[in-house]
């Protein structure tokens, strides 16, 4: 958390030095890419959703559209993952007023399915980081589509 903080301070002073999206290209000017703003925000969203929140809302503030539309999968995921976790510690407090939950088998569903939402959680938050780090930067894609190709006269 303390490491998030840290990171939007400096993003904070980073941006008052100088202007984002300069010249349409991403965000810190070049020193941070679309890219990795966007895994970063993938990772902001398992490790804390306080976390996400600051990032998101900075971002949602200074980022270009494509990563608006990153924010909005992020925060879907999160909610998601937010419910079910809300679900099973209401589970967990109603079953725990018997006297005989531990040991029985309300408390082994209660372990084995917060089990099972922390591995899915792993895993989807993991999926969307690698699909972020092999996707093809559009910048590049621009450039190359904007290198004026020399014209046969025949």
Known sequence: MLLFLCLGWNLCVLENHSSALIGGYSMF?????????????WVGGYVN???FALLGGYIIVKGNDNQKLT??????????????????ELFYNFASMSGD???SFAQ????????????A?????????VLELIKKDKTSAESMNNIEQPKNDV
Do not use: H, P, Q
């Not at 941070?32 to 970063?40: P, Q, R």
């Not at 924010?71 to 099973?88: C, D, E, N, S, Y």
């Not at 792993?122 to 980081?129: D, G, L, R, S, Y």
């Open 121 to 129: 959680k792993i895993c989807v938050f993991a999926t969307f980081v």
């Open 101 to 103: 939950y531990y040991g």
């Open 29 to 41: 000017k070049g020193k941070w890419t679309e890219k990795l703003t966007n895994v970063l925000l």
């Open 49 to 51: 959703f306080i976390a």
């Open 71 to 88: 924010i909005k999968k992020v925060f879907i995921i999160v909610l998601l993952f937010l419910g079910a976790t809300a679900i099973m």
């Open 108 to 119: 082994d569903i209660y372990s084995i399915m917060t089990k099972i939402i922390n591995i």
